[in-house]
């Protein structure tokens, strides 16, 4: 017998507009008053009138602004969901977020020293999804999802692009325009800015009637070709090559593979590389897990011998043919690996004695099983969620290392989103 069908709670009735007092931000990135009640776009002191009933409510008027607010840059402030934090002076809005992090970090008990934070500066972004909707016959409408919808806002500008990428965007809706040929056809355009231009690999082109004709095709190949694009992928099938996107990771230039992860800017890149170099100055061999294309790999390996290993046999591939163009390290091997349901174990790892992982956001609790019962003495660890990293941490810990020291690391410029490195020695 089929169950019932579930149904979401109507939200409460929305009330006359009320005055709250802000007391602190969130952790998405809204206001918090007493209750507690949510009020997007708010700042800790300010005096506000919001609107709507529950939980969550919409601001209607600043009455009392804090000193730290400022004017947001973008005119999609508001209504895009891309950024929630633009009309917060820099120094609070970063001191929160480490704040956040130190937090997170005290919920497993964990204590250390906290670095000053690396914060990417506006217009550096190089990595951006952008959702397209159908348009006109030669434009398509191009932007990101609307706050807390569905609803597409068509950008214009994107102060936290790099430049070139901001002024793509024109060509990028004409590049869209063909691909909706399909009435369920919702692509999203994963664009990446690279030393040899802009590579787009688009996804969400419906395929169950035999995806995009041959005159669409060929149009995106025409458009890609004006634009002088350097690829254009399907859901990772070439349908436009004028040169292989490539990016220079340390001393090797590496060719990417469509859809291929990359820090999402060069200087959170760079500014990470760095700092675990430095935390693995002295290594005689070391692991170097959720290699991706080898964005610590090349530069440890002017350390010491590396074996990488990643879930993604393409990345590898492309870690491994990037190789030749990097004479002089100390010597790569490289494994296209689970780390999930095949983690490098303690017993590999006898030779080794510094290990780096950069896990997905879900983290690496299988591999940090593995290294907390290995001889290895320090482990340095990327992340992109304070939450399981510290859940990984209390694992390294309860193993007999200490959390020496944590860069936290703002890349995601006005989101709430805070990523980190951790240097662990036992």
Not at 280 to 289: N, P, V
Not at 359 to 372: W, Y
Request: one cysteine or more.
């Amino acid at each position: 017998m089929r169950s019932p069908p579930r149904h979401r709670r109507p939200p409460p009735p929305a009330g006359p507009p009320v005055e709250l007092s802000i007391e602190a931000v969130g952790g998405e990135g809204d206001g918090v008053a007493a209750g507690p009640v949510f009020v997007p776009f708010t700042l800790p002191g300010e005096r506000v009138r919001a609107t709507g009933g529950g939980e969550r409510r919409s601001l209607v008027e600043v009455l009392a602004a804090s000193a730290d607010r400022v004017a947001p840059p973008c005119p999609h402030f508001g209504v895009c969901g891309g950024c929630a934090l633009q009309h917060w002076a820099p120094a609070p809005y970063l001191a929160w977020k480490v704040e956040r992090l130190t937090g997170t970090l005290a919920r497993q008990r964990i204590e250390t020293e906290i670095l000053p934070a690396f914060a990417a500066a506006p217009g550096t972004r190089r990595r951006l999804a952008l959702h397209a909707r159908k348009g006109g016959r030669d434009a398509a409408r191009l932007g990101y999802k609307a706050r807390k919808s569905w609803d597409l806002v068509e950008i214009a500008v994107c102060p936290i692009a790099d430049p070139r990428l901001q002024a793509a965007i024109p060509a990028l809706k004409r590049l869209a325009a063909p691909l909706f040929e399909h009435p369920k056809s919702a692509p999203t355009l994963h664009v990446t800015l690279t030393d040899t231009g802009i590579d787009v690999d688009i996804s969400g082109v419906e395929r169950k009637s035999g995806g995009l004709s041959a005159d669409a095709r060929m149009l995106i190949a025409d458009r890609a070709a004006e634009a002088d694009f350097a690829r254009v992928t399907l859901d990772g099938e070439v349908a436009y090559l004028a040169r292989l996107p490539s990016v220079r990771l340390g001393p090797a230039t590496v060719a990417l593979p469509p859809g291929a992860f990359l820090q999402a800017t060069a200087q959170a890149e760079a500014a990470m590389a760095g700092f675990v170099a430095e935390a693995a100055a002295g290594a005689s061999r070391i692991a170097d897990l959720y290699c991706g294309v080898g964005t610590f790999t090349f530069r440890l390996a002017e350390i010491a011998p590396v074996h990488a290993a990643d879930f993604s046999g393409e990345a590898v591939q492309a870690l491994s043919a990037a190789l030749a163009s990097a004479p002089g390290l100390k010597g790569v091997t490289a494994e296209a690996r689970d780390l999930v349901r095949r983690p490098v174990r303690a017993e590999e790892l006898k030779r080794v004695d510094v290990a780096v992982f950069d896990p997905p956001r879900a983290g690496a609790a299988e591999q940090t099983a593995e290294l907390a019962r290995s001889s290895v003495g320090r482990v340095i660890a990327v992340s992109c969620n304070p939450a399981t990293f510290a859940r990984d941490a209390r694992t390294l810990i309860d193993a007999g290392f200490s959390l020496e020291r944590v860069l936290p690391v703002d890349q995601f410029l006005w989101s709430p989103h805070v990523e980190l490195v951790g240097v662990f020695s036992r």
